[in-house]
């Protein structure tokens, strides 16, 4: 078997056993995912806290409440064109606690046209996350800026134990 079959395996076991639990720090990543493949900016903004922040790259604002999901429109700009997003996480360090946790990590973006042109991006993230016994794990504060493909290629041998590395 070579390494690239054994990695892959790996990071697609690693990602079965993070997805067994939506209780965990790991839901709102999962939930993003989600939305990013439905092109859903409702189902986007269900991912953070009623009284989360938002602090997109772009602008000198920061964003709360229904400007978030708002801020998710482009989700359904691209239903509208036939295209297909894919979005997926690497967390290289997490701190949680019972109620609370953050988490630095990097994202991947494919954007997928309807005639099939492929584009992806990259960025950084920092984020907090907050946990509610009723709704469970929700971003609180959410953070990034761009990145290129060699830092989402190193952040695997960044992870550490207890950060999930593909999400």
């Known amino acids: ?3 690239l079959t054994i990695l892959t395996m790996t990071v697609v076991l690693a990602g079965a056993a993070i997805e067994e639990s939506a209780e965990t720090p790991n839901a709102p990543y999962e939930a993003l995912a ?24 772009s602008g000198s604002a ?3 409440g229904h400007e ?15 295209a297909r997003l894919h979005l997926s996480f ?11 946790g953050g988490d630095a990590g990097y994202y991947r973006l494919i954007w997928v046209s309807a005639d099939g042109e492929e584009r992806v991006s990259y960025g950084k993230f920092l984020t907090l996350l907050s946990h509610d016994p009723l709704e469970g794990w929700r971003f609180l504060a959410d953070g990034f800026t761009g990145a290129d493909a060699a830092a989402w290629d190193a952040a695997l041998a960044q992870c550490v134990d207890g950060a999930p590395c593909a999400l």
């Open 90 to 100: 690497r967390v290289i360090r997490r701190t949680v606690s019972s109620q609370s």
């Open 34 to 57: 989600a939305a990013y493949d439905a092109l859903d900016p409702e189902m986007a903004a269900d991912a953070y806290a009623p009284d989360a922040v938002y602090a997109p790259p």
């Open 68 to 82: 978030i999901e708002t801020a998710f429109g482009f989700l359904a700009a691209a239903a509208e064109q036939d």
């Open 62 to 64: 920061f964003l709360a």
């Open 1 to 3: 078997m070579g390494v």
